[in-house]
C-alpha cells in the first residue's frame, strides 16, 4: 500500500463527483432550507458570512481528496486481500468508511449544539458520497 497504487485520474473524478452530490444535497430544492433551519440561522443570514469563502472552498476540496485517498488506499488493501474489487465491495467499503466517519461526526455536532437533525442531513450525504466514491473506484480498480 503505496501512493503509486493510486489511479489519480479515480481521485479526480471521485472528487468531482462528492462535490456535485454535495451540491445537489444542499441546494435549495433538497435539503439546504431544511439544514440551514437547523441550524438556527436566519433567513437573511448566508453560508459563509464573514468568511474568506475562497479559503472555505480550497480547505473543503483538500478535505474531501484527503478522504478519496484515505479511500483508495483502504479500497488498495481490500482488493489485495480479496484479489479483486467489484462494485458492490467497493459501495460497501465506501458505507463502512462512511460509518466510522458519521459516527465520529455526532458528538461534535451534539456539543455544537447542532442536533441531531442537522447531524443527519450532513452525515447522510457524508455516506452517499463515500458510497460512490467506492463505485468511482471500483470501476478504475
Given amino acids: 500500500m503505496d501512493l503509486s497504487s493510486i489511479n489519480w485520474l479515480a481521485i479526480l473524478i471521485a472528487t468531482m463527483v462528492s462535490f456535485v452530490s454535495a451540491f ?3 441546494s435549495e430544492k433538497a435539503f439546504f432550507p431544511m439544514w440551514w ?3 438556527k440561522k436566519g433567513p437573511t443570514e448566508q453560508p459563509g458570512d464573514g468568511q474568506n469563502m475562497g479559503v472555505t472552498f480550497a480547505l473543503s476540496t483538500l478535505a474531501t481528496l484527503t478522504q478519496a485517498v484515505t479511500l483508495a488506499l483502504l479500497i488498495d488493501v481490500v482488493a489485495q486481500a480479496t484479489g ?3 462494485v458492490a465491495t467497493g459501495a460497501l467499503t465506501g ?3 462512511g460509518l466510522a466517519v458519521a459516527s465520529a461526526a455526532l458528538g461534535h455536532r451534539l456539543f455544537a449544539g447542532h442536533g441531531i437533525k442537522v447531524w443527519l ?3 447522510s450525504n457524508d455516506l452517499i458520497n463515500f458510497v460512490l466514491m467506492g463505485l468511482v473506484f471500483s470501476f478504475y480498480y
Fill in 24 to 26: 445537489n444535497w444542499f
Fill in 84 to 86: 479483486d474489487i467489484s
Fill in 95 to 97: 458505507l463502512v468508511v
Fill in 37 to 39: 433551519k437547523a441550524m
Fill in 121 to 123: 442531513i450532513e452525515v
